[in-house]
């Protein structure tokens, strides 16, 4: 049972650099969720999707792109790498009767 | 908007107590509450989910209740270990968006 995977696990960008954290699920959820949770500040969502085609914006939308193609896959798009985008990404999808499910985490530093 | 608060921030107790770690929500409009274990630097794993119509959910030493019209949740942990010791999150679910507290550091001394 993978669930929800992400990759890359870990990753130090330059300031001004731009990347792609990935994120897929095998159990045919319909929605899935992009979130950022920084110390003492609790998860702060990004974008979800609650379809292949259909994304929206979360709390923290800025800096940020996502696309959703299929069902399985969810990317999020870093543009312009900042300091403040200094954090752990999770990426997570939920049945249609509200049960979420989380990735490991994607911890991202911006140098 | 809904806002979830979740208190203390951090608890230490000794091993076998039991303990409540409480969690509050503005809008009683919820669809759901789930509660979460998160370990440093892992991700957050389900532990209960309370849909609205139902009043507890229980799984092995772990029980959470729901009182929507309080706008309250508890998770009991019974006898607990050090095994526990980690940050639990509660996450109200309105419409299709989760609405999460900042979490209760747990550590148990054994």
């Known amino acids: 049972n993978a669930g929800v995977t992400q990759t890359p696990k870990f990753r130090i960008l330059k300031i001004g650099q731009s990347m792609t954290l990935q994120c897929t699920q095998d159990m045919n959820h319909n929605y899935m969720y992009w979130y950022r949770q920084d110390p003492g500040m609790g998860l702060k969502l990004i974008y979800y999707?609650?379809?292949?085609?259909?994304?929206d914006k979360g709390e923290v939308p800025n800096g940020y792109n996502v696309s959703r193609s299929t069902t399985e896959d969810f990317p999020l798009r870093l543009e312009l790498a900042a300091p403040s985008q200094t954090s752990v990404y999770f990426c997570a999808s939920s049945t249609n009767t509200g049960e979420l499910f989380f990735g490991e985490g994607s911890r991202l530093t911006v140098l | 908007k809904q806002e979830v608060t979740q208190i203390p921030a951090a608890l230490s107790v000794p091993e076998g107590e039991n303990l409540v770690l409480n969690c509050s929500f503005t809008d009683s409009a919820i669809y759901n509450l789930q509660w979460f274990r998160q370990d440093p630097g892992k991700g957050l794993t389900s532990l209960l989910l309370i849909q609205s119509s139902q009043r507890e959910q229980t799984s092995g030493r772990l029980n959470a209740s729901l009182d929507k019209s309080s706008g309250r949740s508890t998770l009991y942990i019974a006898a607990s270990q050090p095994g526990d010791s980690a940050t639990y999150l509660c996450?109200?679910?309105?419409?299709?968006?989760?609405?999460f507290g900042t979490g209760t550091s747990l550590t148990v001394i054994p």
């Open positions: 996450a109200a679910v309105t419409g299709n968006q989760f609405y």
């Open positions: 999707s609650v379809g292949a085609g259909i994304t």
